[in-house]
């Protein structure tokens, strides 16, 4: 229905406003806020909202934002019901006036990194030690794009639109405290999308995958309790610093030796620490690192080994180990019926060989997770890369930057994708 017409309009639209998402994106770029602490930018992005005629409310203690559209196609008696204001977290769902409809939501993750921005350009950001090396005030500017374009056309779609702008995902913890706030309910969310930029992507192109899509997010702390004594009489004591060394060590037979090779699986060691003194061997040692895989069962089994080999290498050289692993985030899942319905819908406004669904699941993690496993959920890799605008960097660099024409297409495939949603009989 529309569907030429809807796309044109999108079309349109995105490069209406693109000059102004590019503002957007610089400002917020030069005053970013770190994890909880993301006030001033969830005040802007709200009251920008607002101007739109959209519906908002802040949730996590003024940290995030929740938007609201509804869909006016065949209810446009009713398209005057709704005053636009920031309001309470408990609204009338479009479900409760009209029947029932569906909802999807949209996700932007909102805070910075603590990290010392090395670009020179004049929107460099003005936090010192913190800048927005991650690309979210990209995902902010293509999710307010998105709104400013759906609510533009909601007359072509019947429905809810839940615009969620998400605090905390950098200590991947956003996620499910926003969830339990209620962002998923009052209207029931159906389905839920999100994008992350992707420097190893060339901008105007994106990549997909099919199930796993970021690893899950585990940590391991490693305590080898030895019996420490002086440096120059080594053979008095338990050095705890040597057995550590032959657990780091053994733990990196694990994934080469035990996992099958097309299992994909990462067992890193980050940090040993162990004493203080050059003469003084110290009675304990600290190992911690990360675990990252796609699969829950085989992430059991990796924690096996891990105790099983740093235990028994520690036992059999006098001392104990004492393992312990601290869980973050599952991995985020592409729901099967979802992502086909996104790739279908995007290869409506770009050409579907620049849709790289071949493309590898990323090894990191992303606290999306916990809205992939509360509703059907797709996440795609939105391209950025540009060489002739230095947009090379990787994430978390200094000197990261994007090519910004990359927001008019993640507003875009955003929008189109909200309306075919809305359009088609997914159950």
């Known amino acids: 229905m529309y569907t030429a017409e809807v796309d044109k309009k999108i079309k349109n639209l995105a490069s209406d406003i693109y000059d102004k998402l590019v503002a957007v994106r610089r400002q917020l770029h030069k005053y970013p806020e770190l994890g909880f602490d993301t006030y001033k930018t969830a005040d802007f992005i709200a009251n920008y909202l607002v101007n739109m005629g959209i519906e908002a409310y802040k949730v996590m203690s003024g940290a995030g ?47 910075a990194l603590p990290v010392n921005e090395e670009n ?4 460099k950001s003005r936090v010192p030690g913190v800048m927005h090396a991650c690309g979210h005030d ?33 200590s991947v913890s956003g996620a499910p405290k926003m969830i339990n706030e209620g962002v998923l309910e009052n209207p029931d969310v159906d389905a839920c999308i999100a994008a992350h930029v992707w420097p190893d992507i060339p901008c105007g192109k994106i990549g997909i995958v099919h199930g796993p899509s970021f690893a899950t997010l585990n940590h391991f702390i490693i305590s080898v309790h030895g019996k420490g004594g002086h440096g120059a009489l080594p053979h008095q004591t338990i050095d705890p610093i040597i057995i550590g060394c032959n657990i780091v060590n053994s733990l990196q037979t694990i994934v080469s030796r035990k996992v099958n090779a097309f299992d994909p699986a990462v067992i890193s060691v980050c940090s040993f620490n162990a004493g203080t003194s050059v003469n003084i061997i110290p009675d304990t040692a600290v190992l911690k690192g990360t675990i990252r895989t796609f699969d829950i069962s085989l992430r059991k089994q990796l924690e096996k080994l891990i105790c099983e080999i740093s ?8 001392a104990e180990a004492f393992v312990e692993f601290i869980y973050e985030a599952p991995p985020v899942i592409n729901d099967s019926k979802i992502t086909d319905l996104f790739i279908d819908s995007a290869s409506k406004l770009i050409s579907k060989d620049d849709i790289i669904t071949n493309i590898r699941p990323a090894m990191v993690s992303e606290d999306f997770a916990f809205f992939a496993e509360r509703v059907p959920s797709t996440y795609f890799y939105l391209g950025c890369r540009n060489e002739e605008k230095d947009a090379v960097y990787p994430l978390h660099n200094s000197k990261f930057k994007a090519d910004e024409e990359c927001i008019k297409i993640g507003a875009s495939l955003f929008a189109k994708f909200v309306i075919d949603f809305l359009h088609q009989d997914y159950t």
């Open 65 to 111: 934002v929740v938007g609201l559209i509804h869909g006016t196609h065949s209810l446009d008696e009713f398209s005057n019901s709704c005053d636009a204001g920031i309001t309470e977290k408990n609204l009338i769902s479009t479900s409760d006036k009209f029947g029932k409809v569906k909802t999807i939501a949209l996700r932007a993750d909102i805070d």
């Open 120 to 123: 020179t350009f004049d929107y």
């Open 138 to 170: 990209f995902h902010i500017a293509c999710l307010l794009g998105a709104a400013e374009i759906l609510n533009n056309l909601r007359h072509y779609f019947k429905g809810n639109v839940k615009l969620l702008f998400q605090p905390g995902e950098e």
């Open 311 to 318: 235990q028994g290498i520690a036992k059999s050289m006098g």
